[in-house]
């Protein structure tokens, strides 16, 4: 099989093997955060930053640290080290630059550090031996796409929240799940069109 460009790779990984939407990671965040289009921006970006930054870091450690020494097994806690730091110094600039961004984000600023999204690219690039330019291609398109899913999301939220037609029984959680499944269906449909495999 022909290795697949850095391109592909990053295309796939926002639309056709969308992070959120065809794997189901990083919904925690996703369905509770996306009540706002520029809360959701603001965490949107923290994850591409903090998503491709990290899948970089993680190829290089990864391979040139943790394979050579035969530490392989530590590699998940070695990632989660590396998020974490990482979410630290997004913490900490975000705090100085925008401080009603940081204060909408509140808990879930922090709470990228176990977003799940972020450590299952670090995971995936390791299980399908992408080069150094495929792992960034992977991150910066895995962020993309949660961050599209995300702002999505926020506008078919807010739009809804202007319109009060929804029935009192599907009110907040109930149409929030339904509307996810609905863009997790469009996005699936798109699904093997590029194999990352």
């Keep these: 099989?022909?290795?697949?460009?850095?391109?592909?790779?990053?295309?796939?990984?926002?639309?056709?093997?969308?992070?959120?939407?065809?794997?189901?990671?990083?919904?925690?965040?996703?369905?509770?955060?996306?009540?706002?289009?520029?809360?959701?921006?603001?965490?949107?970006?923290?994850?591409?930053?903090?998503?491709?930054?990290?899948?970089?870091?993680?190829?290089?450690?990864?391979?040139?640290?943790?394979?050579?020494?035969?530490?392989?097994?530590?590699?998940?806690?070695?990632?989660?080290?590396?998020?974490?730091?990482?979410?630290?110094?997004?913490?900490?600039?975000?705090?100085?630059?925008?401080?009603?961004?940081?204060?909408?984000l509140g808990i879930f600023l922090p709470l990228i550090t176990v977003n799940c999204a972020i450590l299952g690219i670090s995971l995936f690039m390791v299980i399908r031996e992408y080069s150094f330019l495929q792992s960034l291609g992977f991150g910066l398109g895995g962020g993309i796409g949660w961050a599209l899913a995300i702002l999505a999301m926020a506008g078919i939220r807010q739009r809804l929240a202007s319109r009060s037609r929804i029935p009192r029984g599907l009110e907040g959680a109930g149409i929030t799940l339904i509307i996810a499944g609905t863009m997790a269906l469009a996005f699936m449909g798109f699904n093997g069109m590029v194999n990352l495999q």
């Design 1 to 104: 099989m022909p290795e697949i460009s850095a391109f592909a790779v990053l295309f796939a990984a926002v639309f056709t093997n969308n992070i959120l939407l065809t794997n189901y990671l990083g919904m925690c965040s996703f369905l509770v955060v996306s009540r706002e289009v520029k809360t959701s921006a603001g965490l949107g970006g923290a994850v591409i930053f903090v998503m491709t930054a990290t899948s970089a870091i993680n190829w290089i450690v990864y391979y040139k640290l943790l394979i050579p020494l035969q530490l392989e097994y530590l590699r998940f806690i070695v990632f989660i080290v590396v998020i974490a730091a990482f979410v630290q110094l997004v913490e900490m600039i975000i705090e100085r630059v925008s401080e009603t961004l940081y204060a909408a």
